[in-house]
């Protein structure tokens, strides 16, 4: 029987023969700044792509070049897209990709993509992750219309890392935490924009059990999303009030962050003096940074300092000396 990574590997090499998926071309660059490693993925012929890149440009360019509603790409994707289906679920090739294999797992029926991940989509996520690599890469959700997604329908995304690729910067600085507490939720005093990250426990996620993997990924994250809305409240309590919230959540075999989100921009000044405004999404705090043209690549490049850039983009810490590493706890009970 073929393995599941051989069945994407074939599927995805048969996309691209048959143009049903498109592999854009990118030239990496890796910049250190603070001590962490960015990967700028350059990829120019994005800038050409007629597709939106984000929820705001979605509805707005779709609409016109198709009258009444938005086109859902993820509700009756192209068969030749589809790697499996499971349950409630569909795991597909992202079409426009820059990374090789790059799997997105859809429901079959339209939730929104403004709507928390439920235990269930936390399980398929882990459990494609855990099938789908050779070793594991990240998961990874824009929620809400300031996270950087471009569609509606809510779409969990997974990608592999490589040997070459940098990992999630935050992966190094989990190393710097003294005696990591399965569960406990902290924060980073080296980071100056609110998220909150708690350290997975690798015996729960070993489990064969999907019951216990649920319950604890639903655990997990649920405790923090709760932590989450508690340091909103202390950055910037009216960002709550009759607001969903937007944010990025990133999960390795390791770790689970969320990032809140208060713009799906940010802005950064070219050599040239232009104003470049880049729409990024989780993907930019696992350290990956997407630019579609060459003064963006440069900027992104040269810029001295890439965390006042993330900075923009979610809220300023409330006060990193009075908020030590550890912010909250949550209970991590164990299936031992
Ligand atoms: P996001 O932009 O984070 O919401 O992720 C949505 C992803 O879906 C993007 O990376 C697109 O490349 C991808 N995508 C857009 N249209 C399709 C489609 N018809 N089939 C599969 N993937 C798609």
Not at 35 to 57: C, D, F, M, R, W
């Amino acid at each position: 029987m073929v393995s599941f990574q051989q069945h994407i590997k074939d599927t995805f090499d048969n996309a691209i023969q048959h143009k049903r998926c498109h592999f854009f071309e990118n030239e990496i660059f890796i910049k250190e700044d603070h001590g962490i490693k960015y990967q700028i993925n350059y990829v120019p012929s994005l800038a050409k792509k007629a597709v939106p890149s984000t929820i705001h440009e979605s509805s707005d360019k779709l609409r016109s070049v198709h009258q009444d509603k938005p086109i859902n790409p993820f509700l009756c994707p192209d068969p030749a897209l589809v790697v499996k289906e499971v349950d409630n679920y569909r795991i597909l090739l992202n079409k426009f990709c820059i990374i090789p294999h790059h799997l997105l797992i859809v429901t079959k029926e339209f939730q929104e993509q403004s709507q928390p991940l439920l235990p269930p989509d936390l399980l398929i996520a882990w459990r494609t992750m855990e099938e789908a690599y050779a070793k594991p890469g990240v998961i990874f959700y824009n929620c809400g219309e300031d996270s950087g997604a471009s569609q509606r329908h809510k779409h969990v995304q997974l990608i592999p890392v490589s040997d070459q690729g940098v990992q999630p910067p935050i992966q190094e600085m989990l190393n710097k935490i003294d005696d990591p507490k399965h569960g406990e939720v902290y924060s980073l005093n080296e980071l100056p924009f609110v998220h909150v990250l708690l350290m997975l426990d690798p015996r729960a996620l070993k489990s064969k059990d999907d019951g216990v993997v649920e319950e604890y990924l639903g655990q997990m994250y649920f405790g923090l999303l709760d932590s989450m809305f508690h340091q909103i409240r202390l950055a910037d309590p009216s960002q709550l009030q009759g607001k969903k919230p937007s944010y990025n959540f990133i999960m390795t075999d390791r770790f689970m962050m969320l990032v809140p989100r208060r713009s799906e921009t940010g802005v950064l000044t070219s050599a040239q003096g232009n104003e470049l405004t880049l729409s990024m999404n989780s993907m930019s705090f696992a350290g990956y940074l997407l630019a579609k043209t060459e003064e963006e690549r440069d900027t992104l490049q040269n810029t001295p300092d890439l965390m006042a850039f993330l900075q923009q983009l979610g809220f300023d810490r409330p006060d990193p000396a009075v908020d030590q590493s550890t912010v909250a706890t949550t209970d991590a009970p164990l299936a031992s």
